[in-house]
């Protein structure tokens, strides 16, 4: 029995040092060396500054921004801290009445607009700081931001269809417009190395 | 359902059934009791670490040994994993300069990764150091599925053995399965994922300001970019089913799973060890067909609940008609049920993720199961219920489904009158009592579990959601920590005294009592001799056994939790279906 404990301890130390050591320093090495912007966030670069992440989503509120979708996360929207969701029930009252509230300030913001508002755009995502957008939100708000910027529509489509992602290898996933990519370029602060 | 879902769900199972052969066979030659070519290349590092581990690696052990052995080395996992937690405060790779975890909450996480279920009551990202992220949660990723395949080899030997007293050696079964199988998987995953950006560093979390300063002046005008060495657990949580997220957020933070494409190997890193065991078991007992037709039965119940679940997902919620919203899938979104899911996933990957995560015993998640759909949410739940055993844990998933083998050639053979074989086995009193209980001790923990929290304040306390969907949370909660899955509905508040504690025996027993019933069985097996198959042989390779064995699965599964499915999902669903 004795025998067996110490065999236990002795066998435990030696495979934490090749799997809790020897293997996620070797993944660090190499990420670091093949992939070291994916491995250090994606992070967006202008002048030296960091903006922000490709993947991780930033609240916008002001009408010549696109909006993100609603974040549930805790102390405020996209709280890099504490990602997660509303997990609201399907049945429970307080979820129609957030997505009530969520269609009344897009409405708000845009009087003139009647259509339905695409789902993602009211509902809040699973990590509170989901990055991207449908292609049918971006489109749903062009008009307003156009309005807001003095754009033309065809210069704010131009710049949805840049920041656009389709399914990945044809087949994976969903079509997407990056949010924070999509307002870097109506800012005129994105660069073609991002 | 779309036609692009079905196109994802049929990829999806074309490349799991396409790697299960390569896979399974790989895992043959790392587990043979004859020397090959594997084996001799990583001999040189397995005997270093059997001589520095003091242990010989030809010593065969009983299943009595095998067992304390496993539990013994369990136990001191567990017990490191505690303590790394509570004094990483003084510990180095903690730039947050995080505190020590809380007793109750650090009892209830190094129960919860030692035991391969990975429940967690804490957020990741404002709990764990990387210190204890590196030496204590990945450690406990490998190593407790390393138990599972362990224990299912001791399995195998016992119908391959004839009279024979041993199982084979416990720290060779746990190193090989280390060395030659999680290990490399892993790297290669963790190495594809960095390059979709799940992010792999030890720097301190990034500040930085958001380019719309906020509307009201109390907001932060900064985000905080979480850090760390995501990629390396990341990898090992999908393959060993082990499911714990670095991040609150699991497999729906964009840093543990940015691309559809990253979804994708996650999704099939759930069910690849899994699947691939369904081989190597048939090539280990001397006759594939065996294997295939356990992982027959495991895709009879698996596919249906996968395409109901998206369907309902992508059916969208009805609670929301008439607020000027649109759920329709269209060529511009993926419209359904989007709350609580990731835009680049959509319906189809999010509830295949979901049907995934709990056939297996992973327990992950890239979309928050409690804002399913009635229906959507019943399968994660179900599948959990029937046990673990459609895919399950690694290892643990298919000794699981032997248990559920044993007990349906036990039904035929009532039917017939004749003793039951399995494997050239007899299948005596003994392997049945035994195999009962590793079926209803699960059934048992949740059932009871459930009914203590839901009759005490402490426990109706943590609930996100009113009426049936509350029951549902509690429910879900018993029956992922009863068959060690750690998915949640994660309304519930479970970071209490309450539950870390009384979840934290559930995984405990859940784990280790059916461990040492399986190897009972396993030493039972081997000590009997071959039975020659004759014409009274129920052939257990046939459409109609693996029609037997999901009747089993499924018969059990439904008249233990039926009751309680009623209460919870079926009743919201009426109730949702009739306003």
């Known amino acids: 029995m004795a025998t067996l404990f110490r065999q236990s301890i002795a066998m435990l130390v030696l495979l934490t040092a090749l799997t809790g050591i020897l293997y996620p320093l070797t993944v660090t090495g190499l990420a670091q060396v093949l992939f070291p912007r994916q491995a250090n966030g994606s992070l967006i670069v202008h002048d030296g500054k960091v903006l922000g992440s490709r993947l991780i989503g930033q609240p916008f509120r002001d009408p010549r921004y696109f909006w993100s979708r609603p974040s549930a996360t805790a102390g405020g929207a996209y709280n890099g801290l504490a990602s997660g969701g509303s997990n609201l029930g399907p049945t429970n009252p307080a979820l129609r009445a957030d997505v009530a509230r969520r269609v009344a300030a897009l409405r708000a913001a845009d009087p003139g607009n009647t259509a339905p508002v695409p789902v993602d755009l009211v509902t809040a995502s699973a990590s509170g700081l989901d990055p991207d957008i449908s292609p049918a939100a971006a489109a749903y708000q062009a008009a307003r931001v156009a309005h807001a910027r003095g754009l033309p529509s065809a210069r704010v489509q131009a710049l949805i269809d840049a920041s656009t992602r389709g399914r990945q290898l044809g087949a994976l996933g969903e079509p997407r417009v990056n949010v924070l990519e999509l307002n870097l370029r109506l800012d005129g602060r994105w660069l073609p190395s991002h | ?579």
């Open chain 2, 1 to 579: 359902m779309t036609p692009n879902d079905w196109l994802q769900l049929a990829l999806y199972l074309a490349l799991l059934l396409a790697l299960v052969k390569p896979l399974g066979a790989w895992m043959a030659l790392a587990f043979a009791e004859q020397p090959n070519a594997l084996t001799r290349l990583g001999g040189p590092l397995e005997r270093a670490l059997y001589r520095l581990g003091g242990v010989r690696a030809d010593e065969e052990m009983d299943w009595r040994r095998y067992a304390v052995a496993l539990l013994a080395f369990n136990l001191a996992g567990l017990v490191l994993l505690y303590l790394l937690q509570r004094v990483q405060g003084f510990l180095p790779l903690n730039p947050a300069h995080l505190p020590g975890v809380g007793a109750a909450t650090a009892f209830d996480t190094a129960v919860s990764f030692a035991t391969n279920t990975n429940w967690q009551s804490y957020a990741g990202e404002t709990t764990m150091s990387y210190l204890t992220d590196l030496l204590g949660l990945t450690v406990q990723n490998f190593l407790s599925a390393a138990t599972g395949i362990a224990v299912l080899l001791a399995v195998i030997r016992g119908f391959r053995r004839r009279s024979a007293a041993t199982l084979g050696n416990v720290w060779v079964d746990l190193t090989r399965a280390t060395l030659y199988v999680l290990l490399p998987l892993s790297l290669l995953l963790a190495l594809v994922l960095t390059s979709q950006g799940v992010i792999q560093n030890l720097h301190a979390n990034l500040h930085v300001p958001l380019l719309q300063a906020p509307v009201a002046t109390s907001a932060p005008a900064t985000q905080v970019l979480p850090m760390g060495p995501v990629a390396s657990q990341e990898a090992i949580k999908q393959l060993g089913t082990n499911g714990g997220g670095f991040f609150n957020a699991n497999s729906a933070h964009p840093f543990e799973n940015p691309t559809p494409l990253s979804n994708f190997l996650e999704m099939l890193a759930i069910l690849l060890i899994p699947a691939a065991l369904c081989w190597t078991f048939g090539e280990m007992v001397g006759d594939r067909r065996q294997g295939w037709a356990l992982l027959a039965a495991m895709l009879v119940i698996f596919v249906p609940l996968a395409a109901g679940c998206i369907a309902a997902e992508q059916a969208g919620n009805p609670a929301l008609h008439g607020l000027g919203v649109d759920q329709q899938a269209s060529a511009l979104q993926a419209g359904g049920n989007m709350e609580g899911k990731e835009t680049r996933f959509g319906i189809a990957n999010s509830a295949l993720w979901a049907t995934a995560t709990t056939a297996a015993s992973n327990g992950s998640v890239n979309a928050m199961h409690d804002s399913f759909t009635p229906l959507g949410g019943l399968v994660p739940l179900v599948l959990m219920q029937l046990g673990e055993v459609i895919f399950g844990g690694v290892g643990s998933g298919l000794y699981g489904m032997l248990a559920f083998a044993v007990v349906a050639v036990f039904i035929a053979g009532l039917m017939v009158g004749r003793t039951p074989e399995y494997l050239g086995k007899k299948i005596e009193a003994y392997e049945m009592k035994m195999a009962s209980l590793v079926v209803l001790i699960p059934c048992a923990l949740i059932v009871v579990g459930t009914a203590v929290a839901v009759l005490l304040p402490a426990g109706r306390a943590g609930l996100g959601n009113p009426g049936a969907h509350g029951f549902s949370e509690i429910l879900y909660a018993f029956s992922s920590t009863g068959n060690n899955n750690g998915s949640a509905f994660a309304g519930l508040s479970v970071n209490t005294p309450f539950y870390n504690f009384t979840l934290g025996v559930v995984m405990y027993l859940a784990r280790y009592l059916l461990i040492v019933g399986m190897l009972a069985i396993a030493g039972a097996l081997a000590a009997k001799k071959h039975v020659p198959e004759s014409a009274g042989t129920l052939p257990t390779h046939t459409p109609l056994f693996v029609v037997l064995l999901v009747s089993t699965v499924l018969v059990v599964g439904a008249l233990t939790f039926l009751p309680a499915l009623a209460l919870g999902p079926i009743a919201e669903f009426l109730s949702s279906v009739a306003h």
